[in-house]
């Protein structure tokens, strides 16, 4: 193989460079541009840390496809009081460090349009961005995941936790296995596995489980799980000498159906597995086969197709060949539903700014006011088509998480079907502990927190 | 009591999953002097592409034939384009070339099949059997059964025929294997080939155990330490490492654990692999090598 | 003046020679120009992991391009010293941030010298069992245990705000000052040790163990004396990499990939050579980006983003195995054909023969 002439490649490299540099100093980086932008500078625009590539890509992929065709829904119908949307999408493969750099990189959009806000979908990425967030005053938003005490919002402006804080999540399990065994009380001397994801994410709830245990009266033993989580073994054989009664299962990823096919090697019945809001998918019970069945989770959302909205996303995004999903099946799961979910939410967030401050491009300021003063009831939900599909939320400058139910699910093979009504966490005996870890990470930070009776 | 051998056996079956990566390894290793870190992306590209001919409705036995042809021909290419030109790179430099193969084969096999996980069902299902009073995994034996049959396999092939018997010259030494007129490349390309197969049936194995996704390449992190302890050279040696790693790793996580902290499997194979070389630098089973000024 | 130990007095800086002056002028250059064009991206994104993965470089090329100890375990050094400098910037009264850094780098140092004593006994590619075992047990220890991460609850640390004496660079450009100047000096330290006997000491255990020990050179504490340096600079690069880069970090951002990163740096900048790590980063940081970039300006707005990442994966494994054929001492080299003068930032003698061989 003959060598290349180092001077022309020298020459080539430096040009390069060369290009490279003037073109990051005129922010033209972007990796992916969609959306409407009829005249530059005047959509509003969103940055997309998404991720396609990796142990997570079914989530991602679903997730991300979802808010993307929500948007371009929106787009079809005129944009939101004529505003258009715009994004940028950039890979992170759910990696810290590409997370922080798409955040760098795309913070600003490519024409000027204002940014709305951020939705990374990683606990990770989350955590490395939350003071850059504040900082360039743009709204972190974590839905259903996230750092638990972004909740109080007085020491977290422009964090929020929509829909399901991760404390909430695990309280809302527990309500509901006390339901099951005839009442919170009747859960004393009972045994409880929760099997754990090893990230940042799956470390969230340790402490909350513990206060839950002591407080019911419940053995817990926490089981992690190395990322990526595909070789259980070891694991499930501690969960059959244990034998629990239930065993929560806090996966992401591939950890779930491994988690499954493991739980089926070593007998534990899988109907006594119940799988928490990132173990919920189709794309999580589906590959561990016959294991998965009697599979229950928790959900925010159902999966599903009929639902109104959903059907405008198919005639007017899908069927006009706009849609982003790569497998056109997967319309409807529980991940591309989310996606649509985390999309109404959004862009709510951004009419309910426009109400305020003028029907134009909004800043991230102003898009963080929209946020917090978020309030969908069923009348309004009826008006987006989106009854069943989200919950009522109402968020404060208290409470930036607004909702706080779940609703169960068990697989039977090849769907879900949902088996329970709307249950509540137990947000009141919650609520301390999350304000004191909001105050303690004020302390750390010197940040003053707001007044929220002035907000 | 009961439940410490199930945890033993448990292991050591998962061992010896773990020893049916490393034998691909040891192959190349033996034929090429190359420690081929792209092992696990080549299961990874074996099992998705056999799992998605399969879920497109071809037979199980000409989807894993096609797969095969599909190993020969990047065998052929990296004779060609990788192995050939750095005949006479360093160790390391030929370690570094393939794990650039290793991001090769992953782009490719998720361009080609994309990112989703897949379920593979072999049709062996995985309940738990009743074997000498342990409860052992129905699927895990069998895998144990398909590994060992790969192993004699493996020793009738290069024990007792002319091509087997290349392929230990070539290991032996490679330039008077050259100068007896054995074709170096040929022999290359079949030792890359036998892997090829081997990481094959590993990515049905492993497919099947933990459904089919990009992880699978990671099993490779699995398999270096059941190499370092048995020996690049040895395949016999490495179902003696596996089984050994596996029942150590299974049974410091659960009686280890409570004590040091969750996840300790993600490293105790190393460190075992450690404790094990300072007592034979070359591992149980190498070659130990001879080095003058 | 009583007399330093003999690895502390060679690295000291020595009288000025003509040599001196180019990496002068390459700091100088750093130093200003970007300044110049000031784009907060280029600073934050693009600039200071290149220093700090030159560092890094630095710090494994010691170890593996001079002493010949092939290591896949730099990103858990890395990890030690950047939860080291928190903890005693966080907990010891006293250590203000730089003092913290130097500290951190020590500790990461002691264990390095640790995960080193393995090297006095197995020989070859045998070794990556003690480096790896390193890479696999660091992430976990940091993360199972929570005082590492002063007990938050995801094991995620929190840099506290760039401050030095009084002065604030909590911006991308302070940031970036920063890490100029320590990867500035330490570089030049590393370089004059380089230069010394220890260095030449290090050069014959790669080259040929058996003779050095018949010269009497003491193999052991070559080694890890080696050893210690390269987890040293690993270390200081990555306080650096959680306090003036990412500003949070957790174990997992050290994992095998990041330690696989930092082999690409120094193979592809070439092995044993200093310039070659900056060259090395450089290319592993830019050329990510400048294919999203080619692939975003190809494709347009239609480019499935999926595709694209994979499509970047194949390009980089095949760039990997192009350099490794065509120009198996790395860009450095290229460097050196192309330009009609040498600048002379490495000795001819110094740069190994082509395709090292690292004691196998």
Redesign the interface.
């Known amino acids: 193989m003959s060598r290349i002439s180092p001077k022309s490649f020298l020459t080539l490299s430096a040009a390069a460079t060369l290009a490279l540099m003037t073109g990051c100093h005129e922010k033209t980086g972007t990796t992916q541009q969609g959306g409407v932008a009829a005249v530059p500078g005047k959509s509003q625009y969103f940055p997309l840390q998404s991720y396609r590539v990796g142990p997570y890509a079914a989530g991602g992929s679903g997730f991300f496809g979802g808010f993307i065709d929500y948007m371009q829904l929106v787009n079809a119908q005129g944009g939101i009081n004529g505003v258009p949307l715009s994004w940028a999408e950039c890979e992170t493969e759910y990696d810290v460090e590409k997370g922080v750099e798409c955040y760098e990189r795309l913070k600003k959009s490519a024409d000027g349009s204002p940014t709305a806000a951020t939705n990374p979908l990683s606990v990770g990425i989350a955590y490395a961005t939350l003071d850059r967030s504040t900082t360039d005053k743009i709204p972190l938003i974590t839905i259903n995941h996230g750092r638990t005490d972004s909740t109080d919002g007085s020491v977290f402006p422009y964090v929020f936790p929509l829909q399901l804080n991760p404390y909430s999540e695990v309280s809302a399990i527990f309500n509901w296995i006390g339901a099951k065994a005839g009442g919170l009380d009747k859960l004393r001397g009972k045994h409880i596995v929760v099997l754990y994801h090893g990230s940042p994410y799956g470390k969230e709830t340790n402490g909350v489980i513990d206060t839950l245990a002591a407080r019911y009266g419940v053995t817990v033993d926490k089981i992690e799980v190395p990322h990526p989580g595909n070789e259980q073994q070891s694991q499930w054989l501690k969960i059959r000498q244990i034998n629990p009664e239930w065993v929560i299962l806090r996966g992401w990823g591939v950890m779930n159906p491994v988690a499954l096919k493991t739980a089926r090697k070593v007998g534990f019945p899988a109907d006594h597995i119940i799988g928490n809001i990132w173990s919920n998918s189709e794309e999580d019970a589906a590959p561990a086969g016959d294991a998965a069945k009697g599979f229950i989770s928790i959900t925010t959302h159902p999966s599903g197709t009929s639902f109104p909205v959903l059907q405008q996303i198919r005639a007017q995004v899908i069927d006009k060949g706009k849609g982003n999903l790569a497998d056109p099946k997967r319309f409807g799961t529980v991940y591309y539903n989310l996606g649509v979910v985390n999309g109404i939410l959004n862009v709510e967030a951004v009419r309910v700014a426009q109400a305020k401050f003028g029907k134009r491009p909004l800043t991230g300021e102003e898009v963080r006011w929209g946020f917090e003063h978020l309030n969908i009831d069923d009348a309004r939900l009826k008006a987006l088509g989106a009854v069943g599909l989200v919950q009522p939320l109402k968020l404060s400058c208290s409470d930036h998480e607004g909702g706080g139910a779940v609703r169960f699910q068990q697989w039977d093979g090849t769907r879900w079907n949902v088996i329970s009504d709307w249950i509540q966490a137990d947000r009141p005996l919650l609520r301390p502990i999350i304000e004191a870890s909001a105050r303690q990470y004020a302390r750390e930070k010197g940040i003053t927190p707001r007044d929220c009776s002035k907000s | 009591m009961q439940f410490f051998l199930e945890v033993l056996v448990a292991g050591a079956l998962s061992g010896v999953m773990y020893a049916l990566v490393a034998i691909g390894f040891v192959l190349i290793y033996r034929a090429s002097g190359v420690f081929n870190f792209a092992q696990g992306s080549m299961i990874l590209f074996a099992a998705l592409t056999f799992v998605n001919l399969v879920e497109r409705g071809v037979p199980f036995w000409l989807a894993f034939g096609a797969t095969l042809l599909l190993l020969i021909a990047a065998a052929f290419a990296i004779e060609r384009f990788v192995l050939r030109p750095l005949s006479n790179g360093s160790v390391i430099t030929l370690f570094l070339a393939t794990l650039g193969l290793s991001y090769i084969f992953e782009g490719l096999s998720q361009i080609a099949w994309g990112a989703q996980v897949h379920a593979l069902d072999l049709g062996i299902s995985d309940d738990p059997v009743p074997v000498a009073g342990l409860s052992l995994s129905s699927f895990d034996i069998a895998a144990t059964a398909t590994a060992g049959s790969l192993v004699v396999l493996l020793a009738l092939v290069t024990g007792k025929t002319n091509l087997g018997l290349s392929l230990r010259a070539v290991a032996a030494d490679p330039l008077a294997a050259l100068s007896i007129g054995i074709r170096l490349d040929r022999v290359t390309v079949i030792a890359w080939s036998l892997a090829g197969f081997v990481a094959l049936v590993a990515g049905l194995v492993w497919g099947a155990r933990s459904g089919v996704q990009f992880s699978l390449s990671l099993i490779v992190l699995k398999a270096l330490p059941v190499l370092i302890i048995g020996g690049f050279t040895s395949i016999g040696g490495v179902i003696v490492a596996g089984v050994l790693v596996g029942a150590g790793e299974n049974l410091a996580a659960i009686y280890l654990g409570p004590t040091i902290g969750n996840g300790v499997e993600g490293w105790f194979a190393y460190i075992l692999a450690l404790v094990f070389l300072m007592a034979r630098p070359t591992g149980l089973f190498g070659q130990r090598t001879w080095a003058r000024i | 003046m009583a007399s330093l130990p003999a690895p502390l007095a060679a690295a000291l800086p020595r009288t000025p020679r003509i040599r001196a002056l180019a990496p002068v002028l390459a700091v100088a250059t750093a130093a200003i120009v970007p300044f110049a064009?000031g784009?907060?991206?280029?600073f934050?994104?693009?600039l200071v992991p290149i220093l700090i993965l030159s560092l890094a470089g630095l710090g494994l090329n010691i170890l593996?391009g001079y002493a010949g100890q092939?290591s896949l375990g730099s990103a858990a050094f890395m990890a030690i010293g950047a939860f080291a400098t928190y903890n005693i910037h966080l907990r010891v009264p006293g250590f203000t941030l730089l003092p913290a850094i130097v500290a951190g780098g020590f500790v990461s140092a002691g264990f390095g010298v640790l995960f080193g004593l393995?090297s006095l006994?197995?020989?070859?590619?045998?070794l990556?069992?003690?480096t790896?075992?390193a890479?696999?047990?660091v992430p976990?220890a940091l993360?199972?245990?929570g005082w590492f991460s002063n007990g938050s609850?995801?094991?995620?640390i929190?840099a506290p705000p760039l401050t030095l004496g009084g002065c604030d660079l909590d911006n991308p450009a302070g940031r970036y000052a920063v890490t100029l100047g320590v990867v500035a000096v330490l570089t030049l330290l590393a370089r004059n040790l380089i230069d010394s006997p220890t260095g030449r000491a290090w050069m014959a255990v790669r080259d040929?163990d058996?003779?050095a020990a018949?010269l009497g050179i003491p193999l052991g504490r070559a080694k890890l004396l080696a050893f210690a340096v390269s987890s040293f600079l690993l270390g200081i690069a990555g306080a650096l990499w959680a306090f003036t880069y990412?500003?949070?970090?957790?174990p997992?951002?050290f994992d095998?990939d990041r330690s696989?990163q930092i082999?690409?740096v120094i193979?592809l900048g070439g092995?044993g050579s200093i310039r070659g790590n900056f060259l090395g980063a450089?290319f592993v940081v830019?050329l990510p980006?400048?294919l999203?970039?080619i692939?975003?300006a190809i494709a347009g707005?239609s480019?499935?983003?999926?595709?694209?990442?994979?499509?970047?994966?194949?390009v980089?494994?095949?760039?990997?195995?192009f350099f490794?054929?065509?120009?198996?001492d790395g860009l450095t080299r290229?460097?050196?054909?192309?330009l009609p003068y040498p600048l002379e930032l490495d000795r001819p003698d110094e740069t190994p023969p082509a395709?090292?061989?690292?004691n196998?």
């Open positions: 064009i784009a907060d991206y280029l934050g994104a693009v593996t092939l393995p006994r197995v020989k070859g590619f045998y990556i069992a003690s790896l075992a890479q696999f047990f976990w993360s199972q245990y609850t995801s094991g995620v929190t040929m058996l003779a018949a990412l500003g949070t970090v957790e997992a951002g095998l696989f082999l690409f193979i092995l450089a830019l980006v400048a999203s970039m692939g975003g707005p480019l499935d983003p999926a595709l694209l990442e994979n499509a970047q994966k194949v980089f494994g095949a760039l990997i195995i490794l054929v065509a120009e198996p290229l460097l050196d054909r192309a395709g090292v061989a690292a196998v």
